[in-house]
T-cell receptor, first 114, second 111 residues
Framework: GAVVSQHPSWVICKSGTSVKIECRSL??????MFWYRQFPKQSLMLMAT?????????EQGVEKDKFLINHASLTLSTLTVTSAHPEDSSFYIC??????????FGPGTRLTVT | GQNIDQPTEMTATEGAIVQINCTYQ??????LFWYQQHAGEAPTFLSY????GLEEKGRFSSFLSRSKGYSYLLLKELQMKDSASYLC????????????FGAGTTVTVRA
């Protein structure tokens, strides 16, 4: 099956700093990637939809200037959490869509902001 | 928008059967997915229904009724490793094929 990787798998950063999370589709080209956030014991909440070569589409309530998304190629999308605060601590999961098939999820990135 | 409801928790005994229900209200329905998620891990795909009826895949089956906005996931011959959260997700029929997830049902399998 299709494989999606994320890097890093976990990261701890200080409040006010920025963190970049990478999402890669390893064996297929993904025209669309999605970024989700999941707080403890809650379900996945879609943050944004990322299409290669165009600006990301953010869900209502998600600050586009705080969560910067770059989909530079068909196999790579990055999420940068700028000026991170403790309330941004969460599990961030990306997924990549293979046209005609379901979304394939990455293993997730655990972000802790101290 | 989407409104997806599923029970919060269910408990069952090893070897038994458990049925997880999911109801949804959505515009532009274009498929319903079930995912399994173990704590601290990403969701893994279990099943997909876009037409009415039952889809069977080994110990797991999923049913869909589009007219009722209803689906269920049936887990048979429960094993301890089936203890996890089960997420119902609905896809809307737009170009980006977004998924909207329910809150998840935590299933605990006891010996």
């Amino acid at each position: 099956g299709a494989v999606v990787s994320q890097h890093p798998s976990w990261v701890i950063c200080k409040s006010g700093t920025s963190v970049k999370i990478e999402c890669r589709s390893l064996d297929f080209q993904a025209t669309t990637m999605f970024w989700y956030r999941q707080f403890p014991k809650q379900s996945l909440m879609l943050m944004a939809t990322s299409n290669e070569g165009s600006k990301a589409t953010y869900e209502q309530g998600v600050e586009k200037d705080k969560f910067l998304i770059n989909h530079a190629s068909l196999t790579l999308s990055t999420l940068t959490v700028t000026s991170a605060h403790p309330e941004d601590s969460s599990f961030y999961i990306c997924s990549a869509r293979l046209p005609g098939y379901e979304q394939y999820f990455g293993p997730g990135t655990r972000l802790t902001v101290t | 928008g989407q409104n997806i409801d599923q029970p919060t928790e269910m408990t069952a005994t090893e070897g038994a059967i458990v049925q997880i229900n999911c109801t949804y209200q959505t515009s532009g329905f274009n498929g319903l997915f079930w995912y399994q998620q173990h704590a601290g891990e990403a969701p893994t795909f279990l099943s997909y229904n876009v037409l009415d009826g039952l889809e069977e895949k080994g110990r797991f089956s999923s049913f869909l009724s589009r007219s009722k906005g209803y689906s269920y996931l049936l887990l048979k011959e429960l094993q301890m490793k089936d203890s996890a959260s089960y997420l119902c997700a609905v896809r809307s029929g737009s170009n980006d094929y977004k998924l909207s997830f329910g809150a998840g049902t935590t299933v605990t399998v006891r010996a």
